[in-house]
């Protein structure tokens, strides 16, 4: 069966250390993941897109990979705050697939403590 | 900026009753989804459209309908409420498939 799962549902750390977000996808055939965050009771924002023929993507203090050999994407926020406090959700869109929506993983909920 | 806007951030209902849940875009998106979000269930997909007068169910569309008559508009309707359906319903809108997906703040529905 098809699968996105992030593999955490909550991750706690200090501010400053990096936050590392794994999101891994069972018979899909992605042809891009987006991450977005999303904050209690208020709707998801996006932060980053990554398509399947790019293995990095950068953005401030955030970055997210995509190996789909894998089928993971990695998503780190580096020098972490606590305003980073927030849950973070990967989703993916299929390949050849126009009209899809997107598919979305439950999240990882990230504490970041002072 | 995009913006995605949704009729009410917070909607009590009657167990019975018709409910109508409006979203507008503003960056003239053919795309428009809605979503409900439950506690450990995540995201799921209710219907989206593609386009003016389209539709296509999602995952979880039975007893729910929408509208789409306008481009910019997208309606989700509970043709008769109930308390299972108690939930956050979130609307989305994106240009193009290869395109970022913007979401409305949420309505947060409770039937009683």
Redesign the interface.
Known sequence: SQKIEQNSEALNIQEGKTATLTCNYTNYSPAYLQWYRQDPGRGPVFLLLIRENEKEKRKERLKVTFDTTLKQSLFHITASQPADSATYLCALAEANQAGTALIFGKGTTLSVSS | DVK?TQSSRYLVKRTGEKVFLECVQDMDHE?M?W?RQDP????R?IY?S?DVKMK?K?DIPEGYSVSREKKERFSLILESASTNQTS?Y?C?SRR???E???????T?LLVL
């Open positions: 995605v795309n989804f979503y450990g269930l995540g995201l997909l989206f593609y296509e999602g956050m979130l989305a193009t498939a290869q970022t997906q913007y979401f409305g703040p949420g947060r």
